[in-house]
């Protein structure tokens, strides 16, 4: 497949305009073609036009024509073979093993979306029957679902290229609740997104769908998002990147005539407690997992550890040592942009003025995406007093804090901030002990990982991947698991409505042998 550097806008293609802009390889440095061509003013409205077109008769297809889409989406992804993990790693200076498991991760969610459709109880159904006969007053009867938003507009992430982008999670999750997506590339990977915008262009022909179910629009700057967030049409927006961006979108979002919900995923530092139980059996076995995921995709994970918390005892100063030797002798790491890595760089040399420094190796030959891993410590009450301790490096570093009691240990966990993920080593003896610290993590966190480690991120039903703020902007929505789906409804009610004229998840035959709620209780049954 050969790219052309354009956006994809329903069928079409977009034009080349004045504005342009090049993909990058951060491991040499070098521009890789071809030149990307910022969508016009009237190509961006052209494509809400056709997006908020297509919603009318998307969001009436049924839950099987959408898994079918999705399933077909997943497959010519596949197909794309080795081009896609050529560009994909030539892009991010990921390794190709990376890149195809972000593949298998991102054609799993599809299906993981598909299966969710095909059983169709996802929609909640709930009936409550009518009585007229009831006193003083007759019950209505009262029928309520979920349904699809409306036009959805989707960020692209720079860290997963596959997986957060533009068949990613917002988008696989938006277009199977029956919304239309408007995926807006990272520039820091055109040309995958290129490869595969074009293969959901390919499967929204085959599946023989309106022209505009899906868009993908290029643009770097800020301009683009900036309109499409803006759009009276627009209804709702998926967002995964900075704090600094996710906040800038989210005022937008906000302060529109009418405001929609944004949903975006920041800043994250992940806490991981080490209780002294864990410590005294397995220090040696917690420095090298600790190691590996604080250094793994070179730190550029939402969930990368970036807090450890550990009693100041000799088995902590050990801890210490051993863990900054390995984090001194880690190769040089190629990080996802020029920005990424300045932004890096930046912060741990900020870093190193409020904590002490145990590791850092600055010296590196290659482009000027290359850094190296730092490791940090400092005190409980250190931590308490300095707000900058608890603020997200994106990269390959990670603060430990020594705390000398139990009290200034819950005192800095209820000082954090909103997390994605909190950890906990612990043996049986510790859980029981530090119940209150669980307790305080619960309120903090969406996902709570015993004895393990919060980078990878299982693709199944259950998973959050969510958590307060500033973790995400909305706290109670999840971007990874078949949650995800619920940000992009709404309950709809009716009232007294004929049964031919309801959706054929509330009709009394139950036609889709779904799960329903009737009169309080889930059943599959039919309504006489
Ligand atoms: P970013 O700078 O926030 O950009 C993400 C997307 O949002 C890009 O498409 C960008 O478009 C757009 N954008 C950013 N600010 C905007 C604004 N004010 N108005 C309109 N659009 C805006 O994030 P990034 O490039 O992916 O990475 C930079 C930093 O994000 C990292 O250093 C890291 O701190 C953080 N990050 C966090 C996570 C996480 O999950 N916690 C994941 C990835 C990155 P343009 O560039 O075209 O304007």
Redesign the pocket.
Known sequence: MTLTGESIIGFKRGARHDETFYGFNPATGEPLEPVYWAASADEIEKSVQLAAKAFAEYRCTSGTRRAAFLRQIAANIEALGEPLITRATAETALPAGRIQMEIGRTCNQLRMFAALLDEGSWVDARIDRANPQRTPAPKPDVRSMLRPLGVVVV??????PLA?STAGGDTASALAAGCTVLV?????HPGTAELVGLAIQDAVKTCNLPEGVFSLLY????????ML?QHPLVKAVG????????L??MR?AQARPEPIPFYA????VNPVFILPGAMRERRDQLINGLHTSVTLGAG????NPGLVFLEDDANASAFAEKLGELMKTSMPFTM??E??AT??QQSVTARASHATTLAVNRETTGTSCQTTAALFQTEAQRFLQQAELGE????PTTLLIKHSSRDELLNAARALEGQ?TATIHGTEQDLAEFSDLIAILETKAGRLVFNGFPTGVEVCPAMVHGGPFP?TSDGRSTSVGTRAIFRFTREVCYQDFPDTALPEELRNENPLGIWRMIDGGLTRDAIA
């Open positions: 960020f692209g992430a720079s860290n997963f957060f807006k590339a990272h520039p820091a643009g770097a700057g800020n301009q683009l998002g900036e967030v967002f995964t990147g900075s704090r600094q961006g996710g800038a979108l937008l995923e920041m800043s994250s550029q994970f939402c969930t996802l942009t920005g990424i932004v890096y997200e490096i994106f990269g994605l973790a």
